[in-house]
């Protein structure tokens, strides 16, 4: 995404309606938007945003990667 000029990194969380009660993809994608520096928003099953910390990418994704199997593991 471009943003106020700038490239930014984008995080989207999409997951089947199913899921969405254990994994809502808008507090999925809170904690890696939080790691880059931005925010965004969404509903259970959508979320997304940005944040201009290029170079917290592999720090969001560890994040996400996380936070999925806790909430998928409980």
């Known amino acids: 995404a471009v943003v106020a000029g700038v490239v930014a990194p984008v995080a989207v969380a999409v997951v089947p309606k199913d899921v969405s009660k254990t994994l809502p993809a808008g507090e999925w994608v809170k904690g890696a938007l939080e ?10 099953i ?29």
């Open 46 to 74: 959508f979320a997304q945003g940005t944040g201009p910390n290029k170079a917290a990418i592999p720090d969001a994704m560890s994040i996400a990667e996380e936070f999925a199997k806790v909430k998928l593991d409980a």
């Open 35 to 44: 790691a880059l520096g931005g925010k965004g928003g969404g509903k259970p």
